[in-house]
């Protein structure tokens, strides 16, 4: 399983970017769904979850109220909107399929990594 993150871009502190996570050839319905993100020189790290049937969303703290994930299952798509982006949000953001979401944190997750998105926010 290997899914598609796009919409990263460079933008300025203070800024917005809406991230997708699309998949080709199976289904997200009944899958939870992770974002994960790599700054340079740092271990990939968590940002967020989505269970099933958004009974369970997961924030890190670093992200808390600034992000919120959510997903169209209609259009087989989970989205990351990202608002008052700083500087230290700048990395690689990946989606990935998860095992379960838990409202501490992310399940085991499962498949491989695709590209990912690049985002980038000047100070």
């Known amino acids: 399983v290997q899914l598609q993150a796009s919409g990263g871009g460079l933008v300025q502190a203070g800024g917005s970017l809406r991230l997708s996570c699309a998949a080709s050839?199976?289904?997200?319905?009944?899958?939870?769904i992770g974002w994960f993100r790599q700054a340079p020189g740092t271990e990939r790290e968590g940002v967020s979850c989505?269970?099933?049937?958004?009974?369970?969303?997961y924030y890190a703290d670093s992200v808390k109220g600034r992000f919120t994930i959510s997903r169209d299952n209609a259009k087989n798509t989970v989205y990351l909107q990202m608002n008052s982006l700083k500087p230290e949000d700048t990395g690689v953001y990946y989606c990935?399929?998860?095992?379960?979401?838990?409202?501490?944190?992310?399940?085991?997750?499962?498949?491989?990594w695709g590209q990912g998105t690049l985002v980038t926010v000047s100070s």
């Open positions: 990935m399929t998860l095992l379960v979401c838990y409202d501490r944190g992310l399940g085991p997750h499962f498949g491989s």
């Open positions: 050839g199976i289904t997200l319905d009944y899958k939870g």
């Open positions: 989505i269970s099933t049937r958004e009974r369970t969303t």
